[in-house]
């Protein structure tokens, strides 16, 4: 399809400013100024409109796919909380205001918000505070492990190391090494679950902390995370938890109280907040009374009088982290989806979660090799690597399930498990949408037997075929100016 | 009914038979008793339009009908409707990152064009596919610049906005590199100050353009010098702005950043909102973040893919430019609809009405007694005003009478309680404009005669 800018036509106009009601009298010396135009586009509004809605067209989502795309928990997105995140006495709310002298009487409302969220958060998850202020999850997992060095430095702890199990999601290593610390990859062991002896055997006094997702990436839930909670601790280290999975446990263990002292909250698993494309998020992060101190300011209080304000007096803190309260208008859903569905709906999230992933474990299990062959939570791991051995790897079977109009599941991670195929249903597939998801795996499985030439050059269906990766790489063009 | 789940009794019978197992609760087995929760006491469930009068309400307490004059970065710039609908497709904000090419070419295609006019913008050559907002991605950029030249000292001109200031100090203190913040003079770099801080150990010097104080500035010559030293400039920058002023790129700065709200998004309460990142092509391999690139499918026509993964967090590990996974794609295509629309020749006139708006006000303003326009810089559509009193005093008496007057510098900055940052927008008509300075005379008589009585 053409881009924006090769369908612009000069003079051609798409939107009307405001009128120029003074004299045109600002002045700035030509040294200041730019000495071409902007080269956007000339168009007209519907010349935008179309543009962008065809493009949109050439998408899969879940408004339109099936997305079981593991560990990114493509749920349903309500319309009404993206209605809700649209009143305007919100969505026009300059955040500069409570930063005015007594301005939090201006906000009001959003303030309530903000309080209201934490005190639910740290009621769902067992930690004693929340700041809404990270802008994503790996976001909230850089300030979580800033808070840790804060522990450490203040208890003058002398730490280098943080300990991250190899099916740990990417910005977990990413995320101690930035912080400064160098990470430890301890291996799964045949149970899927972190290797607890070559844990044991890697804990010493210099481990600042362990950062772990549970259920982990293989959808398993780790039974012995009490036992790994008091080694880490009895080294003073600090346990952070990942929620990118805390969705398959709501109401059925709190990271709070199973020792993880640190956790971070993806707002668009756990609750509903649109992907978008990629972004944006919102990684709120907790923590329990060992880290409250370090928490980055500003905080949201309740003072006597029932009003709130924002509190900036906290020597410890590790300072400002994002530039205001957090990506507002996310929480804002956040907020909206949890009183609708209140605490029947939230636990039902995960028993949902749990069931749907778990039927189509049993479904599948008998054609796609299981590497851990036990009850999962939220999403499941196959292996394709009956299927690999007559030549249909895990890719191919994703760009089958394209040709069939579902999103494929994540294949090649996580990186512990060959020819890896993940699948999150999530709780809001109802089990008609789940038995054709599974009549097509099967019908994967059978033509891999009967006729595995027929996956080469898939997908068929799709607005374009396999794109050459090697060539977007080796002859950059990232700028349609400078092509 | 318990929303958005469609199981029924029949399929959960049916699915269970299948698992093998009797209840919901037996596929929990491995949770053991002592991991129960001590306590899980939510709200109960309301109805959606019980909620939705709930958050009615609670709206109404906030105070969004004044006339805003505040700005401090965050601009209220209007925002044509065409681009909320946009956003609004469920196609557009219901998926996700672009792992699957053939089946994300919008997300993919919207995000190259979005790319684009980053570049065209600030006169860069290469761009990311945006970050999280203004403030982390100036940090993003100081990171940047001490993976490319591997020194750990960052210095700040003074006149970078406060807030992210804020935000540097935070990761750098917390990481452990140097930070060193230099003054500015009458609201203007410093050139004597910056320099007397660039030395063998600077990594970058970050700048902006206009500064908080709204002032509007050339840094050729401080990069010039810079670049003498083998360090790198950042420039922080706002895109209405450069719809008329100098381009980074034409300055030789090395990374520019920004704050990109001001292109079609709302305020929102501070987000989400829209960093992005804009660099020279030597360094592309070195900027955090997605980047979208050019490239054919099989049978040789146009797409496009996510590029260069191999510096990002899900590839390298801890080997990573940056632990960044998401960025803010739906705010990147709400602004490229933002800029599509506006276009060309709509752009140009977007800021020289900003530009004339702020300068009617400005010289409105300085008709006043006892107010002073501070003078020593051009300036775009924010500027400097001293009162005779604590700004905040003034602010608070305005807001009485309807207005955000500004935003007081005294918040930010020690012995500057007398200043306030002005913006006008396009929003701001001649009536309001007139308003403001009738009210802020009324306000400042009324000051005089407490005083006198």
């Known amino acids: 399809m053409s881009l924006v800018f090769e369908k612009s036509v000069d003079q051609r106009r798409g939107y009307k400013n405001p009128a120029l009601d003074v004299p045109a009298a600002g002045k700035i010396d030509a040294k200041y100024l730019r000495s071409e135009d902007c080269p956007f586009p000339e168009m007209s509004e519907l010349d935008v409109v179309r543009h962008y809605t065809q493009l949109s067209k050439l998408n899969f989502s879940i408004d339109t796919h099936f997305y079981p795309l593991g560990s990114c928990t493509m749920k349903y997105n309500p319309k009404f909380c993206e209605a809700s995140a649209r009143v305007p006495g919100f969505a026009n709310l300059h955040p500069l205001l409570p930063q005015l002298k007594d301005g939090e009487r201006l906000t009001q409302g959003a303030l309530e918000v903000l309080y209201d969220l934490e005190q639910w958060m740290c009621e769902m998850t067992g930690m004693a ?24 430095k203040a208890k003058g702890n002398k730490k280098r190391y943080i300990i991250v199990p190899d099916s740990a999601h990417g910005t977990n290593p990413a995320t101690a090494r930035i912080a400064g610390y160098d990470t430890i990859s301890i291996p799964s062991d045949e149970n899927g679950v972190m290797d607890f002896e070559v844990l044991k055997s890697k804990i010493n006094d210099e481990v600042a902390g362990l950062m772990l997702t549970c259920p982990n990436t293989h959808g398993l ?21 990942d929620g990118a999975n805390l969705n398959a446990i709501l109401g059925r263990c709190r990271p709070g109280d199973i020792g993880f002292d640190v956790m971070h909250i993806n707002t668009h698993k756990t609750f509903t907040t649109p992907h978008g494309g990629g972004g944006p998020g919102a990684g709120p992060v907790g ?59 939230l636990r039902a999230v995960s028993d949902h979660a749990v069931l749907n992933a778990n039927y189509i474990k049993a479904c599948l299990k008998d054609k796609f090799h299981l590497p851990f062959d036990r009850l999962c939570m939220h999403e499941v791991v196959f292996s394709a690597k009956k299927q690999a051995e007559r030549g249909v790897h895990a890719v191919d079977i994703a ?37 054709e998801f599974i009549e097509c795996m099967l019908q994967a499985d059978l033509e891999s037997q009967e006729n595995p030439g027929m996956f080469h050059g898939l997908p068929k269906t799709t607005p374009i075929s396999r794109p050459d990766e090697v060539k977007a790489a080796r002859e950059l063009n990232t700028n349609y100016f400078t092509q | 009914m318990i929303p958005y789940i469609s199981n029924t009794d029949a399929d959960i019978q049916h699915m269970l038979n299948t698992i093998g197992v009797k209840s919901i609760d037996d596929l929990f087995a491995d949770i053991k008793p002592q991991h129960y929760p001590q306590s899980f006491n939510l709200p109960d469930g309301r109805s959606e339009y019980d909620v939705l009068e709930h958050i009615k309400h609670l709206a109404r307490k906030n105070s969004v009908d004044l006339v805003s004059f505040l700005g401090g970065g965050y601009y209220d710039h209007y925002v044509p409707s065409a681009v909320d609908a946009m956003i609004s497709r469920g196609e557009f904000y219901t998926a996700y990152t672009p792992y699957q090419p053939e089946v994300a070419q919008g997300t993919l295609q919207a995000l190259y064009e979005f790319q684009s006019s980053i570049c065209a913008l600030t006169g860069m050559e290469v761009s990311n596919a945006s970050l999280y907002d203004g403030g982390t991605a100036l940090y993003e950029a100081a990171m940047m610049s001490i993976r490319i030249t591997r020194r750990n000292k960052i210095v700040m001109d003074g006149g970078v906005s406060p807030i992210y200031r804020k935000i540097i100090d935070t990761y750098t203190k917390n990481l452990n590199y140097k930070f060193v913040e230099t003054q500015v003079v009458h609201g203007q770099s410093s050139r004597d100050e910056i320099f007397k801080h660039l030395d063998k150990d600077t990594s970058a010097i970050i700048l902006q353009n206009p500064n908080f104080f709204g002032a509007i500035d050339d840094h050729s010559d401080i990069v010039a010098r810079a670049h003498e030293l083998g360090i ?29 709200q001001c292109l079609g998004l709302p305020l929102n309460f501070g987000g989400p909102y829209l960093g992005f990142m804009a660099t020279k092509k030597k360094y592309i391999r070195k900027m955090p973040g997605r980047i979208v690139g050019q490239t054919v499918d099989q049978k040789g026509q146009r797409c496009f893919v996510n590029t260069l993964q191999a510096r990002e967090q899900h590839i390298r590990r801890d080997k990573a430019t940056s632990n960044i996974c998401t960025n803010v794609s739906l705010c990147a295509l709400q602004a490229q609809i933002y800029m599509a629309l506006v276009g060309r020749q709509g752009f140009k006139e977007l800021a020289m009405t900003n530009l004339h708006k702020a300068e009617y006000a400005r010289q409105s303003l300085d008709k006043i007694d006892g107010v002073k326009v501070m003078r020593s810089s051009p300036t775009f559509n924010e500027f400097t005003v001293e009162l005779p009193v604590d700004a905040s005093t003034i602010m608070d008496r305005m807001i009485e009478r309807g207005f955000a007057a500004g935003f007081p510098l005294g918040r930010y900055y020690g012995g500057m309680d007398n200043y306030m940052i002005v913006a006008v927008t396009e929003k701001r008509t001649r009536q309001d404009i007139d308003n403001y300075c ?3 005379k009324d306000v400042l008589t009324g000051l005089t005669a407490e005083v006198t009585t």
């Open chain 1, 221 to 241: 839930f780790n039974s012995d995370i009490d036992k790994i909670a008091q080694m880490i601790h009895d080294v003073d280290g600090i346990m952070y938890y």
């Open chain 2, 232 to 260: 790198l400039v950042i420039q922080s920058v706002y895109p209405v702005a450069l719809g008329i002023l100098k381009t980074p790129g034409s300055m030789d700065v090395d990374i520019v950043t920004g704050e990109g």
């Open chain 1, 129 to 152: 505070s929340f700041t809404m202020q990270p802008l994503a999850g790996a976001h909230g997992e850089l300030t979580g492990v800033m808070m840790m060095a804060a522990y450490h």
């Open chain 1, 287 to 345: 923590v329990n009374k060992k880290l409250e101190p370090f928490l980055p300011v500003s905080r949201v209080v309740k003072k006597s009088d029932g009003t709130f304000a924002l509190d900036y007096d906290y020597e410890d803190s590790i300072g400002y982290i994002a530039s205001f309260y957090g990506n507002f208008a996310l929480l804002l859903r956040a907020y909206a989806y949890i009183l609708l569905l209140g605490e029947e709906g």
């Open chain 1, 399 to 435: 760009k089958y399930l394209i040709d069939q109009g579902i999103h494929p599941p994540t294949v090649y991670f996580p990186l512990t498990v060959k020819e890896s195929v993940m699948v999150e249903p999530t709780e809001t597939e109802s089990r008609t949408t789940l038995d």
């Open chain 2, 438 to 440: 009738a009210a802020l």
